[in-house]
Nanobody
Framework: QVQLVESGGGLVQAGGSLRLSCAAS????????MGWFRQAPGKEREFVAG????????WYADSVRGRFTISRDNANNTVYLQLNSLKPEDTAVYYC?????????????????WGQGTQVTVSS
């Protein structure tokens, strides 16, 4: 079992930055592929970014590539999402997710564990 707790969300102006954190507890964090997803009001949850267990491989949605950066600290069981150059359309609840190993996974059905989410609101 893996428990995930997100933090770092908030209200920011367009063009600003935030760093989201996801603290994991439970078994074998360092062997878990991690992902970030988001869900805007009235929309489906969508993939944002993913990172392999070692951190050597990362992948992004086209809408955030070049603006967001995913990273992880296996010693502290934490994964991060740095959000730069934020736009109003980035407003959503952001969720952290985990699965066992693998790379390149973009579907929420491929992740087994989920956090409760953290709200990011970008004002224009």
């Amino acid at each position: 079992q893996v428990q995930l707790v997100e933090s770092g969300g908030g209200l920011v102006q367009a063009g600003g930055s935030l760093r989201l954190s996801c603290a994991a507890s439970g078994r074998a964090f360092s062997s878990r592929t991690m992902g970030w997803f988001r869900q805007a009001p009235g929309k489906e949850r969508e993939f944002v970014a993913g990172i392999s267990w070692s951190g050597s491989s990362t992948w992004y949605a086209d809408s955030v590539r070049g603006r967001f950066t995913i990273s992880r600290d296996n010693a502290n069981n934490t994964v991060y999402l740095q959000l730069n150059s934020l736009k109003p359309e980035d407003t959503a609840v952001y969720y952290c997710a985990a699965r066992t190993l693998g790379s390149g996974h973009r579907s929420e059905n491929e992740y087994n564990y989920w956090g409760q989410g953290t709200q990011v609101t970008v004002s224009s």
